[in-house]
């Protein structure tokens, strides 16, 4: 009988000669900590990215609230003071109006006490509490008034502050720092 003949393979299931040999028992063995270690194994690994994503969405969170926090104190730094009208655009008919051709001389003023005021021909005619936030979709700060309708802070660069109404057919206002 030649030995590499192909009858000679035989046709007797694996696991039939596994057992008759002794070794399936040790196989299944093996193959079950195998499993139970590529579980753990898997788990582990879960576990872990899990808990590095939650440490990298919580910094997150920390920097951009800090981030956030400090940029709104800043900008409200540069925002106190008085602050003198130059012109207002907008509305319905997209009208440009300016001191000269109303006659209306017009100052605000933001205070560190969170106080807005505006004062027309030196006259105070609103006083109110403001706050400034971010608001989500937005990257323009928002002033809102206790007693007046929300502005945005378009610009505020150097010694210029551009407001606009936040309001359908709203107004742009320029203002120059004092």
């Known amino acids: ?81 008085k602050w003198t009208w130059i012109q207002s655009s907008g509305g319905i008919a997209g009208q440009i109006y300016t001191p000269q051709s109303t006659g209306d001389m017009i100052t605000i003023e933001f205070c560190d006490d969170l106080t807005y005021r505006q004062y027309r021909n030196e006259i105070l005619n609103i006083e109110t509490k403001y706050e400034l936030k971010n608001i989500e979709g937005y990257n323009e700060m928002f002033i809102f008034y206790e007693s007046k309708p929300a502005s945005i802070i378009t610009s505020l660069e150097n010694d210029t502050l551009i407001l606009t109404d936040y309001m359908d057919d709203g107004y742009v206002n320029v203002y120059r720092k004092e």
Not at 75 to 81: H, P, R
């Open 1 to 81: 009988m030649v030995v590499n003949s192909p009858a000679a393979i035989t046709t007797e299931p694996l696991g039939a000669i596994l057992i008759r040999n002794g070794k399936f028992i040790e196989i299944i063995i093996v193959l079950s900590v195998l499993k139970i270690m590529i579980m753990k194994a898997r788990r582990i690994e879960y576990n872990f990215e899990k808990v590095i994503l939650k440490i990298f969405v919580f910094s997150m969170i920390f920097f951009l609230v800090s981030c956030s926090k400090e940029s709104d104190e800043n900008q409200n730094k540069t925002l106190i003071g």
